[in-house]
Nanobody, 125 residues
Framework: QVRLMESGGGSVQAGGSLTLSCQASAYALTHFLVAWFRQTPGQEREGVAALDTGGNTNYADAVKGRFTISADNGILYLQMNTLKPEDSAMYYC?????????????????????WGQGTQVTVAS
C-alpha cells in the first residue's frame, strides 16, 4: 500500500514562493513514478511536474523555469517560485508503480494508482 499526504499549501501574493511536500516512503519514491497535478473547480486535472525512477523530470509548459520537483528521504517536493494567480489550484501528489522512463507522464492520469488528498494553493493578485 502506498499512502500519500500533501502539505504546505496556503495563500501567497503573486511573485511569492511556496514549497509543497508529499509524505510517501523511500521505497515508493525510488520504485514509482511520482508527480504533481493540480485542479481548479470545473476544470480537468492537469499534470504539473513528474519525476521518474531514473531521476528524469517533466514539467508543464506553464510552470517551466518556476517550479522544481524533487524527492528526498521519502518526501516528494514541489518548489514553486514566482507564483502567478493562475497557479491557484488544489495540488495533488500521485504515484504510479512504473519503473524507468514514461512517455508523456503528465498526460496519462490513468497510470497513477495512488493519490494524496490535495493541498490548496491560492495566489492573490
Amino acid at each position: 500500500q502506498v499512502r500519500l499526504m500533501e502539505s504546505g499549501g496556503g495563500s501567497v501574493q503573486a511573485g511569492g514562493s511556496l514549497t509543497l511536500s508529499c509524505q510517501a516512503s523511500a521505497y515508493a519514491l525510488t520504485h514509482f513514478l511520482v508527480a504533481w497535478f493540480r485542479q481548479t473547480p470545473g476544470q480537468e486535472r492537469e499534470g504539473v511536474a513528474a519525476l521518474d525512477t531514473g531521476g528524469n523530470t517533466n514539467y508543464a509548459d506553464a510552470v517551466k523555469g518556476r517550479f522544481t520537483i524533487s524527492a528526498d528521504n521519502g518526501i516528494l517536493y514541489l518548489q514553486m517560485n514566482t507564483l502567478k494567480p493562475e497557479d491557484s489550484a488544489m495540488y495533488y501528489c500521485a504515484s504510479s508503480p512504473t519503473l524507468g522512463s514514461v512517455a508523456d507522464p503528465l498526460r496519462r492520469l490513468e497510470i497513477y494508482k495512488y493519490w494524496g488528498q490535495g493541498t490548496q494553493v491560492t495566489v492573490a493578485s
